[in-house]
């Protein structure tokens, strides 16, 4: 990890010296290889989010389905 501090024009910069404790970097930079060691950055496989997807969209879809359902026979009790 580098820290870093960014500019008045908004460009970061790693600094010239390196502190023991990164807590008090304004921006801390990482490589690749340190990212893969971070958990919970990881995206969910095409696979996963297609089910995801899927079940919220047939949630939706199933809850309107019985509330007209419902409605529909008690508007027929009704009359």
Do not use: H, K
């Amino acid at each position: 990890m580098i820290c870093a501090q960014p500019d008045a024009s908004g460009v970061i910069t790693s600094t010239p010296t390196q502190p023991a404790d990164m807590a008090t970097c304004a921006v801390v930079l990482i490589t690749g290889s340190e990212l893969s060691a971070v958990n919970g950055i990881a995206f969910p496989s095409p696979a996963d989010f297609g089910t995801a997807w899927a079940l919220g969209f047939t949630l939706v879809v199933s809850s309107y389905v019985i509330g007209w359902a419902a409605g529909a026979v008690l508007r027929f009790i009704r009359y």
